[in-house]
């Protein structure tokens, strides 16, 4: 299986910018298409985005549509998140995850999937 590990997580004013990584070892990172979500406090965990493993499919969830990009370097084994125009309700912590399968990680997440990272905190001021 593969590890996973998110980074790049921290405070920032509503407006600006933060830039997320997720490092994953073990097994071959090309092989898996990979998501990000996040839980904010109170709150279930929510899909944000979504890569496939060729980097040529991408999805969004409505509410970071034209603000956060994902992208994956396969040669660095690592998954981004750029998060532009960042808000106080961005506020949460944001999670990668890695599946063999691209419908899971859009449709079916919350039952199937199984590789997580640990999570790394966002925090958006007002």
């Known amino acids: 299986q593969v590890q996973l590990v998110e980074s790049g997580g921290g405070l920032v004013q509503a407006g600006g910018s933060l830039r997320l990584s997720c490092a994953a070892s073990?097994?071959?990172?090309?092989?898996?298409?990979m998501g990000w979500f996040r839980q904010a406090p109170g709150k279930e965990r929510e899909f944000v985005a979504a890569i496939s493993w060729t980097g040529g499919r991408t999805d969004y969830a409505a509410s970071v549509k034209g603000r956060f990009t994902i992208s994956r370097d396969n040669a660095k084994n690592t998954l981004y998140l750029q998060m532009n125009s960042l808000k106080p309700e961005d506020t949460a912590v944001y999670y990668c995850a890695a599946h063999m399968s691209y419908s899971t990680m859009i449709i079916n997440w919350r039952t199937s999937l199984e590789l997580w990272g640990k999570g790394t905190l966002v925090t958006v001021s007002s």
């Open positions: 073990g097994r071959t990172f090309s092989n898996y298409e």
